[in-house]
């Protein structure tokens, strides 16, 4: 068994169709969510381990960055693995897209992160699970959508009926389970606000321990997600872009009617909004829109629209242009390792 070595993972982020929404103790959610893992927004970790006795450093892009650490820290505590206790840990992480801005950037951090822990035990100890259903839990561990983006294409995370595989402890990929129509999608993430967020996540998370509209939101969710597992299998892209917006909308106004309500769309996230429609309504294409939790707003679309939404795009928002205030990403195959 080795007793020093290194292992890094590339992780992506994902996007959420039908979201996670509330949650109870021990990272489990309050509903089944499903998602499509991207390829452009991408977190690079690597650990470099050596005997010794449970020390850890973190740097992140070649600098120590306390502010994050105690979410590094938390994650490992929480899964309580005795082999890390006989070793010490450099844990170096980079992201090639803003954090804090609505992009999950959680979901590729601490996917990568937890990749590399079940590689790193992998050498010095043994596995007694596949591989990526134990990084999926750990994943999970550290950020609740972290755990989908394990798997390339598509991900069903939470336990679910119909599913009978489907667990609230990791994800499941659902790649297998997409029609053709729906192996290519795009996603054009365009930039409102590349800033910190005013209200976490985690913030909006316990919020919906004691929502008025709880019931409701876990009935929705569960009708959602149900239609949604079948338009994706039929690649039916109209129900597809009325779940999606659906849940996008719906997720944002559960934290406007939450105590303390809370607003993270700008006026610019509106018109984005308005202009998609719009779009739709004019020319028939399959094409929506989804939110995470910031102003950020994510367009979808087959890539045989793509020169069109090109050209759309130069006309009607030519402020997009520049690569500061879009990202082109699209569905991927999910974590790779480095080495
Ligand atoms: C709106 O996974 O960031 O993006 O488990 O507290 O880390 P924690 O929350 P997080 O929540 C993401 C919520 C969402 C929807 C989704 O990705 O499903």
Redesign the pocket.
């Known amino acids: 068994m080795e007793k020093t070595g290194i292992v890094q993972w590339k992780s992506p982020s994902n996007i959420?169709i039908v979201?996670?929404?509330g949650?109870k103790a021990g990272?489990i959610p309050m509903n089944a969510?499903l998602?499509f893992t991207l390829s452009q927004c991408i977190t690079d970790t690597k650990i470099s381990y050596s005997a010794g006795n449970g020390k850890v450093e973190f740097f992140y892009e070649g600098q120590p960055k306390p502010e994050f650490f105690p979410k590094v820290r938390m994650m490992l505590d929480n899964l309580n693995l005795d082999f890390l206790k006989d070793f010490d840990l450099i844990i170096e992480s980079s992201n090639n897209f803003p954090h804090s801005a609505g992009i999950?950037s959680?979901?590729s951090a601490m996917s990568a992160l937890a990749l590399c822990i079940t590689d790193m035990q992998r050498n010095v100890r043994s596995l007694d699970k596949d591989f990526l259903s134990l990084a999926s839990l750990r994943a999970r561990i550290g950020?609740?959508?972290?755990c989908r983006s394990v798997f390339g294409g598509a991900a069903l995370w939470g336990k679910l009926e119909s599913v009978a595989e489907s667990t609230d402890e990791m994800a499941l990929p659902w790649k297998s389970n997409l029609h053709s129509a729906f192996s290519d999608v795009q996603d054009w993430i365009f930039i409102v606000s590349a800033g910190t967020k005013n209200v976490s996540?985690?913030a909006g998370?316990k919020e919906m321990n004691s929502h008025y509209f709880r019931t409701g939101r876990i009935t929705q969710a569960q009708q959602n997600i149900i239609q949604l597992i079948h338009a994706l299998k039929e690649g039916d892209w109209n129900s597809f872009i009325e779940i999606a917006e659906m849940e996008a909308l719906s997720?944002h106004a559960l934290m406007m009617s939450g105590n303390p309500g809370y607003l993270l769309l700008e006026p610019e996230s509106i018109r984005l909004i308005h202009a998609i429609r719009q779009l739709r309504k004019n020319t028939g294409w399959p094409v929506c829109f989804t939110i995470?939790?910031g102003p950020n707003i994510h367009v979808l679309f087959p890539k045989s629209i793509e020169d069109k939404m090109t050209d759309w795009c130069f006309t009607e928002l030519p402020n997009y242009s520049a690569e500061t205030r879009i990202i082109k990403d699209h569905v991927g195959n999910g974590p790779v390792k480095v080495q």
């Not at 950020?143 to 972290?146: L, R, W």
């Open positions: 959420a979201k996670y929404w949650k990272q969510s998602s999950a959680s979901a950020s609740g959508s972290a996540s985690s998370h997720l995470d939790a």
